[in-house]
């Protein structure tokens, strides 16, 4: 009685359907098709990689190439594996009272599959290749010459959208109820898009990670050079205080002097590393640190005459000479410096850190690829 009930749900089902549902949202192919637990178990399955993902890209132990083969996981891998299962198991219940009149052996949602690997593509399969080509030279054009790059993701947004039903509505002969499931298509694929391109983007930079592009100066070679893109894990400070050997990221202090040939655009940040906290004593002497009384060591790239004077400092500078006497730094700041030390602007210059200025703990390089290792 049970499998012939499944018999009569399933035989009006479309196998490229399924297949374009799975592939905005894998498993609701699955679920399309009745076959429910294995529909949640595809999804869950998909939200374990990404939560993988997510660990490994803020994980100070975990190389970024492992980020990179979880990545590829959770995007192209484990979604194609769901088509392919879902486009088998359709096929078995895809009787022929219910199937597709083909329009030159061609399949409307087939045409909408490719269509969502790129707008054109579908149509390009049913052989309108002017139409194809205008298609996705406009997709293109859209997402190189547009300025503004939030109109220009909402404009690409619904381009793709807009072809999609499209290029399904140009068959002459659809499916039985295809107009109530281009509706279903349309509402998921907005969902969907929404998700990827507004909601998770934001939730994970704000409040997960970044990946910064913009690092200036040599202050912290050779750990970190110029030029280097690199991953700032936001969570960990949410739930643990940052500690000696740390290096953080934290936006420039106001009222610092910047030397001459500081760029004058761009969203930068300042990496250095945590070498006292709230409440140790500092103090220099003959080219060793000491906190608290104690020599703690770190990185020093090499010896050379300071770059700035006291004077060319703010008015909250803390600038330790050789042989100074010690400096206690206040409750809840972080007395930082760069690893090369002699060309680091840090806290001799501006002062200790704050914990509410600190963005996060750089945990590892992510470009150029021939950098991309640890930090700790």
Same mark, same amino acid.
Request: aromatic share 16%; glycine share 4%.
């Given at each position: ?11 009006? /089902? @479309? $196998?490229?359907?399924? &297949?374009? +549902?799975?592939?905005?949202? %894998? *498993?609701? #192919?699955?679920? =399309?098709? !009745? ?70 052996? /061609? @399949? $409307?949602?087939?045409? &909408?599959? +490719?269509?969502?690997?790129? %707008? *054109?593509? #579908?149509?390009? =399969?049913? !052989? ?72 998770? $983007? ?175």
């Amino acid at each position: 009685m049970v499998d012939l009930i499944e018999e009569k749900y399933r035989t009006s /089902k @479309k $196998p490229w359907l399924a &297949v374009c +549902l799975s592939w905005m949202l %894998p *498993g609701m #192919g699955q679920i =399309y098709i !009745g076959k429910y637990i294995r529909g949640l178990f595809c999804f869950l399955l998909i939200c374990l990689f990404y939560a993988f993902w997510a660990t490994s890209m803020i994980s100070t132990q975990i190389p970024f190439y492992i980020s990179l083969l979880l990545r590829l996981s959770c995007v192209v891998i484990l979604p194609i594996l769901i088509c392919v299962d879902v486009f088998k198991l359709t096929n078995k219940y895809d009787t022929d009272s219910f199937r597709e009149k083909p329009s030159k052996d /061609k @399949k $409307p949602w087939k045409a &909408v599959f +490719l269509t969502l690997l790129y %707008p *054109g593509l #579908g149509h390009w =399969y049913k !052989g309108k290749k002017g139409l194809a080509i205008s298609y996705i030279l406009t997709f293109f054009a859209l997402d190189i010459f547009l300025p503004d790059r939030i109109v220009c993701v909402i404009l690409m947004f619904f381009f793709h959208m807009c072809v999609c039903v499209q290029v399904n509505m140009s068959f002459p002969v659809r499916a039985k109820y295809n107009n109530r499931m281009l509706l279903i298509f349309a509402i998921i694929f907005i969902l969907m898009r929404c998700n990827t391109t507004f909601l998770s $983007p934001y939730l994970l930079t704000r409040y997960i990670y970044e990946c910064h592009p913009n690092i200036w100066g040599e202050s912290m070679e050779p750990t970190i050079r110029a030029g280097d893109r690199i991953i700032i894990n936001k969570l960990i400070y949410r739930y643990n205080q940052p500690k000696p050997g740390d290096i953080i990221s934290f936006k420039p202090p106001e009222n610092v002097r910047y030397p001459e040939d500081t760029p004058k655009t761009g969203n930068y940040v300042f990496c250095k590393r945590i070498v006292a906290i709230g409440g140790e004593n500092i103090q220099i002497w003959d080219d060793k640190f000491f906190v608290n009384g104690i020599e703690r060591k770190f990185k020093i790239l090499k010896k050379e005459k300071p770059v700035r004077s006291p004077e060319n400092v703010s008015d909250r500078a803390i600038y330790l000479q050789k042989n100074s006497k010690s400096y206690q730094v206040p409750q809840d700041q972080y007395f930082v410096l760069g690893d090369n030390l002699y060309r680091s602007q840090d806290s001799r210059y501006f002062g200790a850190i704050h914990k509410d200025e600190i963005i996060g703990k750089v945990v590892k390089i992510y470009w150029p690829l021939s950098r991309t290792d640890l930090l700790y």
